[in-house]
């Protein structure tokens, strides 16, 4: 199985950008198709982006569409979420998940594995 580390959160400006990575162990990323998650006070977890294990095709929640990219490096081992164009209603934490299934799904039961997040604050 994978173990799965975030990392990068702080807090930024309005309009301001930051990365998270998400350092896998255990097994490589390209086993996995992987997703980015995110969870604000009160609500409930959130799909925000994913790269298929299968062809490397994204997909993004419409809410980050535009602002959001996601990236996966072999070589590292590791995923990014590049964030560009931060809101304040993009304030959560924000977590990482692995599934064996082949394509992105914006679901989040059919990810098995998750990390421990990584929290993302956004000043007005």
């Known amino acids: 199985q994978v173990q799965l580390v975030e990392s990068g959160g702080g807090l930024v400006q309005a309009g301001g950008s930051l990365r998270l990575s998400c350092a896998a162990s255990?097994?490589?990323?390209?086993?996995?198709?992987m997703g980015w998650f995110r969870q604000a006070p009160g609500k409930e977890r959130e799909f925000a982006a994913a790269i298929s294990r299968i062809g490397g095709n994204t997909y993004y929640a419409d809410s980050v569409k535009g602002r959001f990219t996601i990236s996966r490096d072999n070589a590292k081992n590791a995923v990014y979420l590049q964030l560009n164009g931060l809101k304040p209603e993009d304030t959560a934490v924000y977590y990482c998940?692995?599934?064996?299934?082949?394509?992105?799904?914006?679901?989040?039961?059919?990810?098995?594995?998750w990390g421990q997040g990584t929290q993302v604050t956004v000043s007005s």
């Open positions: 255990g097994r490589t990323v390209s086993s996995y198709t």
């Open positions: 998940a692995a599934t064996t299934r082949p394509y992105a799904s914006g679901d989040v039961s059919p990810y098995d594995y």
